[in-house]
Structure formats: C-alpha cells, structure tokens
C-alpha cells in the first residue's frame, strides 16, 4: 500500500473524472479470428489509434496469475519494495513518473521483456519464491508478445503492405527494444473523499512512443482516451479482454495515416486498478521513418528520419504531455 503524506496529497494532480460512459459504443471491439479484422484494425488504427482486441488467444490463467502476483509483491511492506527500485531504468517505481517533475498516484514495476532480465529480477521481486512471479511472468510476457506480432501483421496486410512482417520484425528482433509495466493504481485514498467528482492523477495523459502497446487490466475504471475532437472518454474496463495503442513510432511510420493516442489514468475508484502494458519498440539503431509504400506518388512525407534512440532520448527528456513528436515534424510547404 502506498502511504499518503500531508506533503504528497499537496503534490498529486487533480481532475474533473470523465463519467464512465457505457452508452459510449464507439470504441472499436475487434475479434482477432474474424475475416474482418484486417481492416476493423486499420480502420480503428486511423479514427482512435486505440481498439479492444478478443478472441486474442491469451490463456486468461496466464492474466490472473501475473496480476495475482504483481498484488502480492505490492501488498509488501513498503521498505521490502523499495529495495527492487529506483527504476535504472528497470525496477520499482512509487509515484514519479520519469526524471521532469511528472507525479501521479501509482505504483509500478518496469521490467525488461528479455526473458534473461525477468529470471533475474523476479528473485528481488519474490525472494522467497522467484519461480512464482518468474514463471508467471515469462508465460505472460512470451503470449502476448506473439499476439502482438500477430496483430501487427494483420494490420499490415490489412494496408496492403509488404512483406507481412514489415512491421512485427522490429519487436522480434534479439536487439528489440520492448518493456513492460505493471502499474498499481490503489484506492482513492479517504483524504480527497470530500472533493466530489474530482479524481486523482494515476498516470497523466501522454502518447505512447513506441511502435504499439498491450495492455489489460482488471475491472476497475480509470482508463480515459482522448478523442480526435479533444474530448476524454472513459473506456470501461474488461479483464478478458486486451486494449491496443498505436504509439508514436507507427504513426511516423504510416506517414500519420494512424494517430497515436493520447490518454491517461484518473483514479476515483475505491477499489485497486492493476494493469500490465507490453511496449513493443523497435532496435535502437532502427531508423523510424514513413515506409515508402504507404506514401502516395506527389505526397510529401510529414517526418524527418530518426532512430528509436533518437526518439528516446527526446521524449524521456519531455514532460508526459508535450508534444514529443513535434521535434521531428517537417516544415509544411507553404
């Protein structure tokens, strides 16, 4: 559980909750083994760059066992926790989002998906029993990776582009990128009980940077989405079910064809939100560029060219909200 100070509530954020809005029907849901979901994919991808993916093939035992363990590592006396962290980069993280000031009420452990990495810190996590959270882990991360391939070469041929894994090789490459969290939201804490239709903070509203994120959570609100008109919506939750973000790398990619999204994390719950998001990102050395079959003869490519280091390095040195791909934009042609 994670301790409120006098000091921290003056700290965290503060916003008006979006309503969850279960009459909202248009959020994309998309069954993976349709015949339609090539083109629900792309279609999703460039009116939210957000779609609730079932029918994805992940065994749910896989679901509940990380979360159930991820629960009881962040049930641990605060002192046991904080000895897996700071996150450097990978680790236990409480409260600060990144190194420029982004705070929100959250608790999180970021992990590497190299399967080495996960053996090894699962026995800091769970030093009475590593294989628990290590076996629970390394089943969990190793599926939905392979659904993502999947989805990412459903989204290719679904814009006629080729070859199929034009995009899903940049996350199966050894030298791929990729982390993974799992965020621990816990309950609205009884000191902010008086402020009626306000929610706190959990992760302020940001773009993914990376090629495309997978996230589940349990069923507790607090997941919002930024329509392309600028009004938040909340998106309710589902624990059977997988939400998919476009990220920053495969908008540049489709020349803004899909639009990364914007959202964030508001918690008013008085029960616990946990979510795991895998972040597929490409090689570091990977230049992150419009793929030429999906610019027209005559149009002109929106981005210069980059790597992924590059784009690191210049959104981690952003705060969550700035507009981290506007560095790298052209000049539009007069």
């Known amino acids: 559980m994670v301790v409120l100070s006098q000091n921290v509530c003056q700290q965290l954020p503060l916003i008006k909750a979006c309503k969850p809005n279960y009459g909202f029907t248009g959020i994309p849901v998309i069954d993976m083994t349709s015949p339609h979901a090539k083109a629900q994919m792309v279609e999703a991808c460039e009116e939210f760059g957000f779609f609730k993916l079932v029918n994805h093939g992940v065994p749910m035992e ?3 066992r990380l979360e159930d363990e991820g629960i009881k590592f962040f049930n641990l006396p605060q002192a046991d926790k904080d000895r897996v962290g700071p996150p450097q980069p990978f680790g236990y993280g409480n409260r600060r989002i990144g190194p ?6 959250i608790e999180y452990l970021l992990l590497s998906t190299n399967l080495d990495s996960l053996s090894q810190i699962s026995s ?5 029993n590593p294989q628990n ?3 629970a882990v390394i089943d969990y991360v190793s599926s939905v990776k392979s659904m993502a391939y999947e989805v990412l070469e459903m989204i290719a041929e679904g814009l006629k582009i080729e070859p199929r894994n034009v995009l899903s090789r940049l996350l199966k490459e050894e030298q791929s990128d990729s982390c993974f969290r799992v965020n621990h ?6 000191e902010f009980e008086a402020l009626s239709g306000r929610g706190l903070i959990g992760f302020g509203e940001h773009t993914d940077p ?5 996230l589940r959570s349990n069923n507790t609100n ?5 329509l392309q008109d600028g009004t938040w919506v909340s998106v309710p939750p589902d624990q059977d079910s997988f939400f998919i973000n476009v990220g920053d790398s495969l908008q540049v990619m489709t020349n803004g064809k899909f639009k990364s999204v914007k959202h964030r994390v508001v918690t008013e719950s ?3 939100r946990v979510s795991m998001i895998y972040f597929g990102g490409p090689p570091l050395t990977e230049i992150i560029a419009p793929l030429p079959s999906l610019v027209k003869e005559g149009e002109e490519t929106l981005y210069k060219e980059f790597t992924w280091a590059d784009y690191k390095k210049s959104a981690y040195k952003s705060r969550l909200a700035d507009n981290r791909l506007g560095f790298f934009e052209k000049k539009r042609r007069p």
């Open 62 to 64: 896989f679901m509940s």
């Open 100 to 105: 420029n000031g982004d705070v929100g009420w």
């Open 124 to 128: 800091s996590i769970s030093p009475g």
């Open 133 to 135: 959270f290590g076996f």
């Open 185 to 190: 939201y816990p309950p609205y804490p009884p």
């Open 210 to 214: 990376q090629i495309i994120s997978v």
């Open 222 to 226: 607090g997941l919002e989405i930024c």
């Open 270 to 272: 008085r029960k616990a």
